[in-house]
């Protein structure tokens, strides 16, 4: 069983489309998170969830918008596509929100290769 | 503000060893350490909750000074399945979110 899975593993789609990406964890964890990981390979987190509430909303458009129905599950929506959102998307979960304690370990899943053209 | 980890990129013969750094501005109040594969997902090292605590376990460890805002890891007689991208990521107090460094690529060769 995979502990986080995302979907789709790949995204090819064309300026100005909305695109979804689900993330599902079956680890019973209770805070969840969406990563960026740009061509630079540089990390930085967009949101982050605990019990279905945001904690963390980092700047990013507000054409990014996160929506978790359940601990179990944090998606992802992105609205009117731009050539720049072409990166790989991580989501990831943890037992524990920061600050840290030895349950803050985050588990990602495999990613999602969003291409925009 | 992104901590920084050096060296960039580093390439050893198998059984060498290696030290990758991460330094930040800012008061820390964790570290982590990830690993990532090409083309796969970042995998947890280890957590370094207090200043001065070094964890380990086999042959990668790691150490973390709170004066100092850095942390490093430590891969001693290193082994082809090390190789990878290295992230520090950094926590300050309060912040309840981690900033990863740009990585370390470690490549280890026969």
């Known amino acids: 069983d995979t502990a986080v899975s995302q979907t789709p593993k790949y995204l090819v789609t064309q300026m100005g489309n909305d695109k979804s990406i689900k993330c599902e964890q079956n680890l019973g964890h209770d805070t969840m998170y969406w990563y960026k990981q740009d061509s630079k390979k540089f990390l930085k987190i967009m949101f982050s969830y605990n019990n279905k509430e945001l904690i963390i909303n980092e700047t990013v458009p507000n054409r990014f918008s996160p929506k978790s129905p359940d601990k179990a599950h944090l998606n992802l929506h992105i609205n009117s596509l731009e050539l720049g959102d072409s990166a790989v998307y991580f989501c990831?979960?943890?037992?524990?929100?920061?600050?840290?304690?030895?349950?803050?370990?985050?588990?990602f899943g495999q990613g999602t290769r969003l291409t925009v053209v | 503000q992104q901590p920084v980890q050096s060296p960039q990129a580093v390439i050893l013969r198998e059984g060498e060893d290696a030290v990758i750094n991460c330094s930040s501005s800012?008061?820390?109040?964790?570290v982590h350490w990830y690993r990532q594969k090409h083309g796969e997902a970042p995998v947890f090292l280890m957590i370094l909750l207090k200043g001065g605590e070094q964890k380990g376990h086999e042959k990668i460890s790691a150490s973390f000074n709170e004066k100092k805002q850095q942390s490093s890891l430590y891969l001693t007689a290193s082994q082809l399945s090390y190789s990878g991208t290295y992230f520090c990521g950094t926590e300050s107090p309060g912040a309840q979110k981690l900033v990863f460094g740009q990585g370390t690529r470690l490549t280890i060769n026969p």
């Open positions: 990831a979960s943890s037992q524990d929100i920061p600050p840290s304690t030895v349950n803050t370990e985050a588990f």
């Open positions: 800012k008061a820390l109040y964790s």
